[in-house]
Each structure stands twice: as C-alpha cells, then as structure tokens.
Nanobody, 125 residues
Framework: QVQVAESGGGLVQAGGSLRLSCEVS????????MGWYRQAPGKKREFVAA????????NYHGNVKGRFTISRDNAKNTVYLQMNNLKPEGTAVYLC??????????????????WGRGTTVAVSS
C-alpha cells in the first residue's frame, strides 16, 4: 500500500523560507511523477508544482514560479519543495501527491493519484 508523508511545515514570517519534504513508501518511486498542491482555508485545492520521474520536466503554477523549487531524490524516495519569499497568501495545507493530475508537461490527467495528509504552512505578515 502506498504511503505518502509530508513534513517541514511551520510558521514563518513573510519573506521567509521553508523546505517541505515528502517521503513515499510502498511502491516504486522513481517511475512516478510527483507534485505539490495546497489548500488554503475555505478555498479549493490549488496546484503548486509537478516534476517528472526523471526530474527533467517541471511545471509550476504562475503564482510560485521563481520563488518555489521542486526537487526529488529517488534514492531516498523523497520529493522536496523549497519555498522562498513566502507571502501571507501562501498560508495553506501543502499536500504531496504521487501521479499529480496536473502533470509536469502541463496537461491535466486525473485519476490514479495518491495523496498525503498534508503539512501546514502559516505565513505571518
């Protein structure tokens, strides 16, 4: 059974940085696209970033491009999200997903994804 576990959330001031981690167990990791989403209170889940299994194709939401960086270490079955220059509107639960619906090559293919429970990021102004 696939298990997806996020960590690294916390409280940070606007302009600060955080690094989120997501460890996947229970399946072959290095053949799956991986992604990050976020859900702010009272809002719909929003795509943040996706990376191909090889790491060669990456897709970011325009709101985070230039500030967030997705990366992966296939040897550790882990994907990361480095978040710099955080803004208060970035306050949300950040969720990691195996086979994200928003693919690294900018298509949308729902179904087959596996979600973690999320880690909370709070950005104070």
């Amino acid at each position: 059974q696939v298990q997806v576990a996020e960590s690294g959330g916390g409280l940070v001031q606007a302009g600060g940085s955080l690094r989120l981690s997501c460890e996947v167990s229970g399946r072959t990791f290095n053949r799956d696209d991986m992604g990050w989403y976020r859900q702010a209170p009272g809002k719909k889940r929003e795509f943040v970033a996706a990376m191909s299994w090889s790491g060669s194709i990456i897709n970011y939401h325009g709101n985070v491009k230039g500030r967030f960086t997705i990366s992966r270490d296939n040897a550790k079955n882990t994907v990361y999200l480095q978040m710099n220059n955080l803004k208060p509107e970035g306050t949300a639960v950040y969720l990691c997903v195996v086979r994200p619906p928003h693919t690294p090559d900018s298509t949308y293919i729902p179904g087959g994804e596996r979600w973690g429970r999320g880690t909370t990021v709070a950005v104070s102004s």
